[in-house]
């Protein structure tokens, strides 16, 4: 299988937001989940909203996708609207004040018809990735939070994200629904990964010096 993975600046692009938004919204239906908050679409008009997009080569067929938002004075992070009504701490730890950079890797989803074929991780890495690059630009980001659901943990884990314990249940929240755990973790070392495996740092560090390239991955399923 031959994928192509992009990212488009939200607002420069509202025929891919709208195709990320309705595969978001397919996926999540097909698991029981009507509503998240970063399902919403208001990020269609925020000029600090990233996307990526796993698409077919000829990119008729969209497989996944992930978001990276910036925090800015406009908008709230996703993170911040999920998680609000069950701890407002969530605005402190997510600092008010902009000159601190901030953002929230979300939104992450993949089609039944490609799991278990490793794109969560390729695209964690590309939005971790895409965020060191910011690094160098006019954004200078300090951090990179995420809410993350049990089945994707250990991978945000082994890409240097750790639990965020001072908000909800030691991070924990029963969130989209009563029964399910979404926990809070950040990755505060976006320049150095220190706490990401060496494979994973190696591959981050790869694809932020190369942004543009050709690859083999290797995922459970095969190549």
Request: proline share 4%; net charge positive; charged share 25%.
């Amino acid at each position: 299988m031959e994928l192509k993975i992009r990212i488009y600046k939200a607002i420069d692009n509202l025929l891919a937001c709208e195709r990320f938004a309705k595969g978001h919204e397919n996926v999540l239906l097909d698991y029981g989940i009507k509503k998240v908050t970063s399902s919403n679409t208001g990020w269609f008009n925020d000029p600090d909203v990233f996307i990526v997009m796993v698409e077919s080569v000829s990119g008729d067929e969209l497989f996944g996708g992930a978001r990276l938002h910036i925090k800015n004075r406009e908008h709230l992070l996703p993170i911040e609207n999920a998680i609000s009504a069950l701890d407002k701490n969530i605005h402190k730890l997510i600092n008010p004040d902009v000159a601190y950079k901030t953002g929230e890797l979300c939104g992450l989803w993949n089609t039944k018809s490609i799991s278990g074929n490793g794109l969560s991780a390729m695209l964690v890495r590309t939005g971790v990735a895409k965020a060191g690059i910011f690094i160098a630009e006019k954004y200078s980001l300090k951090s990179l939070y995420t809410l993350s659901a049990p089945w994707t943990i250990g991978m945000v884990k082994k890409i240097g994200f750790v639990v965020e314990e001072s908000v909800g249940n030691k991070g924990e929240f029963a969130y989209p629904k009563p029964d399910l755990i979404a926990t809070v973790l950040v990755l505060n070392d976006i320049l150095t990964l220190k706490n990401a495996i060496p494979e994973e740092k190696k591959d981050i560090f790869n694809l932020r010096e190369n942004p543009v390239q050709r690859r083999i991955e290797n995922g459970p399923k095969g190549t």
